[in-house]
């Protein structure tokens, strides 16, 4: 079938035409004055971005790239550290620490559900030796947003460090770094920044810098002192990816023009399209209270063939939507709604849902589903009182 192709994946994400362009730009050579402007540009955009005073230190790499930069640069072997593992990404914190010759100890969290400030403070509580804690700020295998504000205060007050993977929240939802009180940030650009992947992000505050200051790095390749060193002068320790760093600036003019306050509403606003859709279609929801805003997931009522109805959005409707990883394979479909995307895309994936649901197996919800959503977009975009969380907007 002759559709256009609409990518609605929690990562990669489509690409505005004007980041597009600037990744088509010839080369430029990454220790010269052009390149060495560009990346001044960046970085106080990165800042805002990530909401912080901090540098924002890019690493050419895939977002787990960051991930490990991160436990490498701020644990040392045998040293304890905390994971909240809710689902796949969580569990990639673990698997990086036991590389590193850490000891993890897990908190588990059912998927789905978002970890309680109060299980961690426990945690931490009973055992004194735990020097940090790493968790997702918004879990992509389960579509949960984890209380990183709370956990960050508690944190504080153990004097441990809060690592936090926001690969799926920085430029989606707020997570102001310096005012959330998180010890690490990290991103990567294939998700809200409306990049290509290959380009990861990763700030520290005061503390961590502390430590990462006085620790080996461990690997050869992340240096995080290296590459503040070399940041202070606008290059990056090698040879960075280059044509990213053009795309990144376009695609941080094209968010802070928006303002960041707009574009979580857009973002928070498209959550509630997806979910009101997705619930008139009689279908229900993976992440029932503590929701991210990049992507909705929903659970396939029993029976139902997840991989054909992926097949079957793409083939007939050019939809590509995501499906569950693990224990959740065939059993729910994502619909990423984050970065260059808009509720036409989500409307567009809403109705490609419901349709290869029907031809899948025969499912089908309440026929005016798509003004449901629409109606669900307007009242969010509206700031209907109770709708809207308070930290919708928080500054950074
Ligand atoms: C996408 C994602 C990752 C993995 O990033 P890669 O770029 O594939 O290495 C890690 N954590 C979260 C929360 C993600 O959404």
Same mark, same amino acid.
């Given at each position: 079938m002759f559709?256009?192709?609409?990518l609605l994946?929690? $990562?990669?994400t489509?690409?505005?035409?004007?980041v597009?362009?600037a990744?088509a730009?010839?080369?430029?050579?990454?220790?010269?004055?052009a390149?060495?402007e560009?990346?001044a540009r960046?970085?106080?955009?990165?800042?805002t971005l990530?909401?912080?005073?901090?540098?924002?230190l890019?690493?050419?790499?895939? $977002?787990?790239?960051?991930?490990?930069?991160?436990?490498?640069?701020?644990?040392?072997?045998?040293e304890?550290?905390?994971?909240?593992?809710?689902?796949?990404?969580?569990?990639r914190w673990t698997?990086i620490?036991?590389m590193?010759?850490l000891? %993890?100890?897990v908190?588990?969290v059912?998927?789905?559900?978002a970890?309680? %400030?109060?299980?961690?403070e426990?945690?931490?509580?009973?055992d004194?030796?735990?020097?940090?804690?790493?968790?997702?700020?918004?879990?992509?295998?389960?579509?949960v947003?984890?209380?990183?504000?709370?956990?960050?205060?508690?944190?504080?007050?153990?004097d441990?460090?809060?690592?936090?993977?926001?690969?799926?929240?920085?430029g989606?939802? =707020?997570? %102001?770094?310096?005012?959330?009180g998180?010890?690490?940030?990290l991103?990567?650009?294939?998700?809200?920044?409306?990049?290509p =992947?290959?380009?990861?992000?990763?700030?520290l505050?005061e503390?961590?810098?502390?430590?990462?200051?006085?620790?080996d790095p461990?690997?050869f390749?992340?240096?995080?002192?290296?590459e503040?060193?070399?940041l202070?002068?606008?290059?990056?320790?090698?040879?960075?990816?280059?044509?990213?760093?053009?795309?990144?600036?376009?695609?941080l003019?094209?968010l802070?023009?928006?303002?960041?306050?707009?574009?979580?509403?857009?973002?928070?606003?498209?959550?509630?399209?997806?979910?009101a $859709?997705?619930?008139?279609?009689?279908?229900?929801?993976l992440?029932?209270e503590?929701?991210t805003?990049?992507?909705?997931?929903?659970?396939?009522p029993?029976?139902?063939?997840?991989?054909?109805?992926?097949?079957?959005?793409?083939?007939q409707?050019g939809?590509?939507l995501?499906? $569950?990883?693990d224990?959740?394979?065939?059993?729910?479909?994502?619909?990423?709604?984050?970065?260059?995307?808009?509720?036409? #895309?989500?409307?567009a994936?809403?109705?490609?849902? #419901?349709?290869s649901?029907?031809?899948?197996?025969?499912?089908s919800g309440?026929?005016d589903?798509?003004?449901?959503?629409?109606?669900?977009y307007?009242?969010?975009?509206?700031?209907?009182?109770?709708?809207v969380?308070a930290?919708?907007f928080?500054?950074?």
């Amino acid at each position: 079938m002759f559709n256009k192709l609409r990518l609605l994946t929690p $990562g990669p994400t489509p690409l505005p035409e004007e980041v597009r362009l600037a990744l088509a730009r010839d080369m430029i050579h990454h220790r010269k004055q052009a390149f060495r402007e560009i990346m001044a540009r960046v970085q106080k955009g990165l800042q805002t971005l990530f909401g912080t005073k901090h540098v924002v230190l890019p690493l050419s790499a895939s $977002g787990s790239g960051a991930m490990t930069a991160a436990v490498y640069s701020l644990f040392a072997q045998d040293e304890k550290v905390l994971v909240v593992e809710g689902g796949k990404f969580g569990e990639r914190w673990t698997s990086i620490a036991k590389m590193r010759g850490l000891r %993890p100890v897990v908190l588990s969290v059912p998927w789905g559900q978002a970890v309680r %400030p109060e299980d961690l403070e426990q945690a931490l509580r009973q055992d004194q030796e735990i020097r940090g804690v790493l968790v997702q700020v918004s879990e992509t295998s389960t579509g949960v947003l984890h209380p990183v504000q709370e956990l960050a205060k508690i944190c504080q007050e153990h004097d441990v460090l809060l690592v936090a993977d926001g690969i799926s929240a920085v430029g989606i939802s =707020p997570c %102001p770094m310096d005012a959330w009180g998180i010890d690490c940030l990290l991103t990567g650009s294939q998700k809200g920044l409306m990049l290509p =992947p290959g380009l990861a992000l990763i700030a520290l505050s005061e503390r961590a810098w502390a430590r990462c200051n006085v620790l080996d790095p461990g690997c050869f390749y992340f240096n995080l002192p290296a590459e503040r060193k070399k940041l202070e002068k606008h290059e990056t320790h090698f040879t960075t990816a280059v044509n990213l760093i053009c795309g990144l600036e376009e695609s941080l003019k094209i968010l802070l023009a928006e303002g960041l306050e707009a574009i979580y509403k857009k973002q928070w606003a498209l959550t509630m399209l997806a979910r009101a $859709g997705a619930r008139a279609l009689g279908l229900e929801l993976l992440a029932r209270e503590h929701y991210t805003w990049g992507l909705t997931s929903v659970r396939l009522p029993e029976g139902v063939d997840g991989l054909k109805l992926l097949q079957i959005a793409q083939e007939q409707f050019g939809v590509c939507l995501a499906g $569950g990883q693990d224990q959740l394979k065939g059993r729910i479909v994502r619909i990423g709604h984050m970065g260059w995307v808009d509720w036409g #895309d989500v409307l567009a994936g809403l109705y490609a849902l #419901d349709r290869s649901l029907v031809a899948a197996s025969g499912f089908s919800g309440a026929r005016d589903y798509l003004e449901q959503a629409m109606a669900a977009y307007q009242a969010a975009l509206a700031g209907v009182p109770g709708e809207v969380p308070a930290n919708v907007f928080v500054r950074s």
